[in-house]
T-cell receptor
């Protein structure tokens, strides 16, 4: 199974601080996704990213969030000023195929557990 | 109404039992359907896709009823290793669809020796 990697595995931060979560998706894939899962709750879509720009974002993805692809392989999610309610598991995902979008399943990275104090 | 709805459980069953999970979705135009498995504090992993004709993978059988907007997963001969949370997942329909996955809250299965 193709591998999606994420760093760090855990991050603890103070409220109001900026955090950057990193993902290395499956190589040569054009679509990337971020999801989050608050402890005990369902997995929620945050944003999809295609060809170096946001293609869709959810209501959760407000101005505090941004995504970038700083180089050819990494894909980052930045939270500018963290809030207590940002504490969650953040997953990066790639579709099964390089052109995959609709009707495609996705492979998830192991996640970054973010704790905001 | 929730987009994807599941009974959260937990379902506690003995080894060897057959267990069935159900899921309903609200958008009749939903396009693709999946069952994912999630172990505690881990990422979701694809268990199987779900097709209108029904499909089977070993001990696992998935069915889709588009008319009723209902998806099911049947696990036969449960193993201890089947203990996990099972996530019902759909993709929405439409030209603006970017392939995002919409998750149910999951159904927890605990298989006891």
């Amino acid at each position: 199974e193709p591998e999606v990697t994420q760093t760090p595995s855990h991050q603890v931060t103070q409220m109001g601080q900026e955090v950057i979560l990193r993902c290395v998706p499956i190589s040569n894939h054009l679509y990337f996704y971020w999801y989050r899962q608050i402890l005990g709750q369902k997995v929620e879509f945050l944003v999809s990213f295609y060809n170096n720009e946001i293609s869709e974002k959810s209501e959760i993805f407000d101005d505090q969030f941004s995504v970038e692809r700083p180089d050819g392989s990494n894909f980052t999610l930045k939270i500018r000023s963290t809030k207590l309610e940002d504490s969650a598991m953040y997953f990066c995902a790639s579709p099964r195929t390089s052109g995959g979008r609709q009707q495609e399943t996705q492979y998830f990275g192991p996640g970054t557990r973010l704790l905001v104090l | 109404r929730k987009e994807v709805e599941q009974d959260p459980g937990p379902f506690n069953v003995p080894e060897g039992a057959t267990v069935a999970f159900n899921c309903t979705y609200s958008n009749s135009a939903s396009q693709s359907f999946f069952w994912y498995r999630q172990d505690c504090r881990k990422e979701p992993k694809l268990l199987m896709s779900v097709y209108s004709s029904g499909n089977e993978d070993g001990r696992f059988t998935a069915q889709l009823n588009r008319a009723s907007q209902y998806i099911s997963l049947l696990i036969r001969d449960s193993k201890l290793s089947d203990s996990a949370t099972y996530l019902c997942v759909v993709t929405p329909h439409g030209s603006s669809n970017t392939g995002k996955l919409i998750f149910g809250q999951g159904t927890t299965l605990q298989v006891k020796p």
